[in-house]
C-alpha cells in the first residue's frame, strides 16, 4: 500500500480538493489523479494493490459526500503485465481464466486486521488527517487494472450474447460448468456481501443469492434476474450509506431493464455498477474503521514501529548504516550550536540543526539517512516549499529595489540637466546602468545598484535618501506589497507540478519578473536585463541575494522550529496530531495531557500561514519528534549518551 501524505505548502495544499474514488450512477465525481510515490516499496509493500489518499475521507453517514466507486469497474484486483488482446479482435476464447475485477481477495487490503499490521499506513495516519482509502487507478498498474476489467467485461457480454444466439457453439465451449465470467461474477458478489453484513444475516445469503440454483435455472431459461436484482436492492440498501441509496436504485433499474429487454448491455452495465457499489461499501467501512482507529493507532506508533522495525533489521531486510555517520557528522559540524542543556531542543538539538540544514536550498538533492524511508515524500514536499519561499522572498527584495528605482527616476529634481562636465553622484547615474549583482555590503546585498562601478556605496539601500514628500505611504506600500506577493504565489501555483522545483523556477521567471514589472513605475527599457537578473537570482543558490535570503529565513525558520519541538515532544502522539494538524483533539483522548498550553495550542493552529515559515516549522517538528521517538535509541545515539542528557 502506499499512503499520500497530507503535508503541503502553499502550492502543495492549495491544490487540495474533494476527490472521490468513482463517480455515481450519471458519472461525475472521477477519481482525482495523483501522483504517484517515488520511494521504492519494500518487499513487504510490492504485493499491497490499495491505495490511501489524502483527500477528505468518506463518510458513511453523511449524504453531502456524494463519494462513489467507478461505474467502469474499480480496480484493486492484481494484474498480469503482459498486454491483452483486443475485446474486437479476439474471435475465440481466452486461453487463461478471467476473474472479477473485484473480488474478496482484491479488498483484502481493507480488512482491518490489515490495516492495523501496515506499517506505512500506521505512519502516515500520524500526519494526514485525510487520510482514506480509494481504489488504485493511477500509474501503469492502474492501467493494466483497468484494461483487464474491461476485458472481462468485454468477455462476459461476448458470453451472454453467445449463450442467447448460438447456445450449441456457447455449451461447446463452457459446458454446463461455472468457468465463465457469470458464474464467477455471482460467487465474487456473494462472497463480498458476506464480508459486509453481520453473522446473523450470512445465512440468508444461501436463500436470496443461491448460485448454483441460479446458474440451474439459467441454463434451463427461468431464472428471473428482476427477482435477483430486487433482492440485492434491499440487502445493499439495508447496509451501505443513505447515500448510496440512488446508486443502488439505478443499479436495479438496469439489472430489471436489461432482463425484460432482452438487452445485454444493460444487463453487463448493472452488473459493473453492482461490483462497484459492493466495492464503495468496502471502502466506506475501512475508511469508518480507520477514523475509529486513529487515536489508538497514533498512540501505539513508537511501540508497533520499533517492533517492526528491529524485525527487519534483525533479518537484514533494511540498512540504517548511513544514519549514525549522518548524525555524527552534524554533531561534528554543528558542535558550536550549544550543548543539548542549554538548547532550547534539548537532547534533539544536533539533530534539528541536521534535519533542518538538509532542508534548505544549499543542501541540494542530497538524500537522508535511510531511516527516513517512510518520510521521504513529506520531506521532499518541505523542501520545495522552502525553495518556493525563499525565491518569494528573493522576488520581493527585487521589487523593492525596482521600486526605489522607479521612484528614484520620477524624482523632479533629477529631471534636470546636468553638465557634461560635472561629474555626476553615483546615486545620480542613470537607471539604465544599474547593476543586480551589487556586491554585499555592510547590511545586506541589494539586487539593483544605480551604479556601473559596481560600488556597493551606491545601493539604493546604503546611498539613496528620498525626501519625506517622494516616501510612499508605509501602509499603501505594505497593502501593495502583500497584493504583489499574493499573485506572484497564485503564478507559482499554476507551474506545471511534475517539474523539479528548480526548473519551475526556471520556466515561471520570466512571468515573475513581468508581474513585479507591473507593481512598479520602472521604465519599461528596464524589463529584459530585469528578467535575466531575477532567473539567475531565483535558480543559482550562489546569488548573493539568494544567500541571504536563505540565511534569514533559516535564522526564523529554527526560532519557530525551536518553541514548537519544545512543546511537542512532551505532548502524547494523539495531541500532537491535533495540535500539528490543526484538527480537534478526541474527547477520549483530551485527558492524556493535562498540562497543555492552550495559548501556544491556539497560536500554532490559527497563527500560521500556509506555506509560512511558521508552517514550516510545525511540519519539520512534527516528523522530527516522531522520527526521534521511534529511531534515536536504534540508530543514532548510545545508551549512555541518552543517559547523559
Not at 525 to 538: D, I, Q, R, T, W
Request: net charge neutral; hydrophobic share 35%.
Amino acid at each position: 500500500m502506499t499512503a499520500d501524505q497530507g503535508f503541503g505548502g502553499p502550492v502543495e495544499r492549495s491544490r487540495r480538493n474533494l476527490s472521490t474514488s468513482a463517480p455515481g450512477p450519471n458519472g461525475e465525481g472521477d477519481a482525482r489523479p495523483e501522483q504517484e510515490v517515488k520511494r521504492k516499496p519494500t518487499k513487504d509493500e510490492k504485493d499491497e494493490t490499495v491505495q490511501s489518499s489524502q483527500v477528505s475521507p468518506r463518510r458513511c453517514d453523511d449524504p453531502s459526500h456524494p463519494t462513489t466507486a467507478p461505474v467502469a469497474a474499480p480496480l484493486l484486483v492484481s494484474v498480469s503485465s503482459t498486454p491483452s488482446p483486443s475485446p474486437e479482435g479476439r474471435k475465440s476464447p481466452v486461453s487463461y481464466p478471467l476473474e472479477p475485477p473485484v473480488t474478496r481477495s482484491s479488498l483484502s487490503e481493507l480488512e482491518v486486521s490489515k490495516i492495523i499490521n501496515n506499517p506505512k499506513l500506521r505512519h502516515d495516519i500520524n500526519f494526514d488527517p485525510e487520510l482514506h482509502f480509494r481504489p488504485n487507478v493511477e500509474g501503469d498498474k492502474g492501467r493494466r487494472k483497468h484494461d483487464r476489467a474491461s476485458l472481462f467485461w468485454a468477455a462476459l457480454k461476448e458470453q451472454l450474447v453467445e449463450f442467447l444466439v448460438d447456445r450449441p457453439s456457447f455449451y461447446a465451449k463452457h459446458g454446463m460448468g461455472d468457468d465463465w465470467c457469470l458464474p464467477k461474477l455471482l460467487k465474487a458478489v456473494k462472497e463480498i456481501i458476506q464480508t459486509l453484513v453481520p453473522q446473523r444475516d450470512r445465512q440468508f445469503l444461501d436463500d436470496g443469492l443461491n448460485v448454483e440454483l441460479l446458474m440451474q435455472q439459467f441454463h434451463k431459461g427461468i431464472a428471473d434476474l428482476e427477482k435477483l436484482a430486487l433482492w440485492l436492492s434491499r440487502v445493499l440498501k439495508s447496509h451501505c450509506a443513505p447515500m448510496r441509496d440512488e446508486w443502488v436504485d439505478s443499479m436495479y433499474n438496469q439489472l430489471s431493464n436489461g432482463n425484460r429487454n432482452n438487452d445485454v448491455d444493460e444487463l453487463v452495465n448493472g452488473m459493473r455498477s453492482l461490483l462497484s457499489i459492493l466495492e464503495a461499501m468496502k471502502l466506506d467501512v475501512a475508511n469508518h474503521q480507520i477514523r475509529c482507529l486513529r487515536p489508538a493507532l497514533i498512540e501505539e506508533t513508537t511501540a508497533f514501529e520499533q517492533k517492526f522495525l528491529m524485525k527487519k533489521l534483525r533479518n537484514r531486510k533494511m540498512d540504517i548504516g548511513d544514519a549514525k555517520p549522518w548524525y555524527r557528522e552534524a554533531a561534528r559540524r554543528y558542535s558550536n550550536m550549544g550543548s543539548s542543556g542549554s538548547s532550547p531542543f534539548g537532547e534533539m538539538a544536533i539533530f534539528f540543526e541536521g534535519l533542518s540544514r538538509s532542508m534548505l536550498p544549499s543542501a541540494g538533492d542530497k538524500p537522508l539517512p535511510g531511516t527516513f524511508f517512510f518520510d521521504e515524500d513529506r520531506l521532499s514536499r518541505v523542501r520545495s516549499d522552502i525553495l518556493d519561499a525563499i525565491n518569494l522572498d528573493v522576488c520581493m527584495r527585487m521589487y523593492e529595489d525596482l521600486e526605489r528605482i522607479a521612484r528614484f527616476n520620477a524624482m523632479p529634481a533629477f529631471s534636470d540637466p546636468v553638465s557634461d562636465d560635472e561629474p555626476l553622484m553615483p546615486s545620480m547615474k542613470r537607471s539604465r546602468d544599474f547593476n543586480f549583482n551589487a556586491p554585499l555590503s555592510t547590511s545586506r546585498p541589494s539586487s539593483l545598484a544605480l551604479s556601473s562601478s559596481d560600488s556597493a556605496s551606491s545601493s539604493p539601500r546604503s546611498s539613496l535618501v528620498l525626501p519625506a514628500y517622494i516616501v510612499p505611504d508605509l501602509n499603501e506600500a505594505k497593502t501593495k506589497a502583500r497584493n504583489l506577493r499574493e499573485s506572484l504565489v497564485a503564478l507559482l501555483q499554476q507551474t506545471p507540478h511534475d517539474l523539479h522545483h528548480l526548473n519551475r523556477w526556471r520556466a515561471m521567471a520570466p512571468s515573475m519578473a513581468l508581474q513585479i514589472f507591473r507593481f512598479t513605475n520602472a521604465p519599461a527599457g528596464m524589463l529584459p536585463c530585469f528578467e535575466e537578473k531575477l532567473a539567475e537570482n531565483v535558480c543559482k543558490l550562489t546569488s548573493p541575494i539568494f544567500q541571504e535570503m536563505q540565511e534569514a529565513y533559516r535564522i526564523r525558520l529554527m526560532t519557530e522550529l525551536a518553541a514548537r519541538v519544545r512543546y511537542f515532544k512532551s505532548l502524547s502522539g494523539v495531541c500532537l496530531f491535533s495540535i500539528a494538524t490543526g484538527n480537534r483533539v478526541p474527547s477520549n483522548a483530551r485527558s492524556l495531557d493535562l498540562g497543555r498550553d492552550r495559548e501556544l495550542d491556539a497560536a500554532i493552529r490559527m497563527g500560521q500561514q500556509e506555506g509560512g515559515v511558521e508552517d514550516i516549522a510545525t511540519r519539520i517538528a512534527h516528523v522530527g519528534v516522531i522520527h526521534w521517538r521511534i529511531w534515536a535509541r536504534m540508530a543514532y545515539v548510545d545508551e549512555d549518551d541518552m543517559a547523559m542528557d
